[in-house]
């Protein structure tokens, strides 16, 4: 069974960092997939917001760029997501998947407080 279990989510202030982490399981191996990170805020569609290739390429949404970074731990099967200088607008549930997309998750919550 494909699973992805997100992780590390919280409540933290303006400014602040948060870790996110996405552990693989079944059938997708973060080695050899494109992996994303999306998130979606309330009223809002769901929007990518990272991704990274199997060969280790990554892009950022405009929003984030510089202050997000998407990782990987190949013998872990677990993405991550660096989270710098939180904004109030950062605030979501964010999801991990694959491309093609496989079921989603059940996210994890950020919340920035001003």
């Known amino acids: 069974q494909v699973q992805l279990v997100e992780s590390g989510g919280g409540l933290v202030q303006a400014g602040g960092s948060l870790r996110l982490s996405c552990a693989a399981s079944?059938?997708?191996?973060?080695?050899?997939?494109?992996m994303g990170w999306f998130r979606q805020a309330p009223g809002k569609q769901r929007e990518l917001v990272a991704r990274?290739?199997?060969?280790?390429?990554?892009d950022y949404a405009n929003s984030v760029k510089g202050r997000f970074t998407i990782s990987r731990d190949n013998a872990k099967n677990t993405m991550y997501l660096q989270m710098n200088s939180l904004k109030p607008e950062d605030t979501a549930v964010y999801y991990c998947?694959?491309?093609?997309?496989?079921?989603w998750g059940q996210g994890t919550q950020v919340t920035v407080s001003s």
């Open positions: 990274i290739t199997s060969g280790g390429l990554t």
């Open positions: 079944g059938r997708i191996f973060i080695s050899i997939n494109a």
């Open positions: 998947n694959k491309f093609p997309a496989s079921s």
